[in-house]
């Protein structure tokens, strides 16, 4: 599938400003970029790599009050559909080290806290078909809801409120594998098929030796999302982090198959 993807957003700060940006499609196996450009302005850069290798990050030093961004890329994803319930788990023992730090609980994903429950409802299955059936409860037993939850919301609120936006799908995505013992680790993306469109988070799901996107929404298929970047929850794949107080004036992202 190809994609296209028109980004272009402005904010506002009290003085000039630095900015931490993750908005361009990662270059990792499953897409090619085809073209991309983005536009910072005056903003002095510095890219650095992104967490695990995935992708890269922007540090933008913004030398006035306001800053504004545009970013154009096609991307062709190339990955396949995901068939979780052919796939197995591997025994702690076996688990490498780019996937171990994603069993343990983090800020926004309080695995240790799901540990009983997920051993009653998914104990009678393992490694894909547990991950499936997981994504199957979510997606059935939680309303999307704009506005529902705010910066401050954690899996714990998502849980007990049964509403949410995608950050809160895959943010008890995450803490129920890790809580089954299965690497799972957040992913921000680029989806054609998100609505309303903005950037979507989503779950990766350490099995058969590999990484696998999941969807706990239920928007977006592994063949139709291009991957921005990676982190333990959305603290660490937030498309803007702002050293000085940010006020967004505009925000529009446009994502469309070609």
Not at 24 to 53: C, H, K, N, Y
Not at 166 to 188: K, S
Request: charged share 20%.
């Amino acid at each position: 599938m190809r994609i296209q993807i028109d980004l272009a957003m402005q904010y506002a700060f009290n003085r000039p400003n630095t900015v931490f940006l993750a908005v361009e499609a990662a270059f990792v196996p499953g897409q090619s970029i085809e073209s991309q450009w983005i536009d910072l302005g005056m903003a002095q850069i510095t890219r650095i790599a992104g967490d695990d290798g995935v992708g890269q990050r922007i540090w933008a030093q913004v030398p006035d009050t306001t800053f504004g961004m545009t970013y154009t890329a096609t991307v062709d994803i190339t990955r396949p559909p995901v068939a979780l319930e052919r796939l197995g788990a591997a025994p702690l023992h076996a688990i490498p080290a780019e996937a171990a730090p994603y069993l343990r609980p983090s800020r926004y994903c309080q695995s240790d806290k799901f540990v009983s429950f997920v051993a009653k409802r998914f104990g009678h299955l393992s490694g894909g078909p547990k991950v499936a059936a997981i994504r199957d409860w979510i997606e059935t037993n939680l309303s999307y809801v704009p506005g529902s939850s705010d910066a401050d919301t954690n899996v714990l609120e998502t849980f007990a409120g049964r509403q949410g936006v995608c950050r809160d799908y895959a943010h008890l995505m995450c803490a129920m594998v890790r809580a089954a013992q299965i690497p799972a680790r957040m992913v921000a993306a680029y989806g054609p098929d998100v609505t309303p469109q903005d950037f979507h988070a989503v779950t990766e799901v350490w099995l058969d030796g590999a990484w696998h996107l999941v969807d706990a929404t239920g928007m977006c298929g592994a063949d139709g999302m291009a991957i921005i970047a990676v982190g333990r929850d959305a603290y660490d794949i937030a498309f803007m982090e702002s050293e000085d107080m940010a006020t967004m004036l505009s925000l529009s992202v446009n994502v469309r198959r070609l």
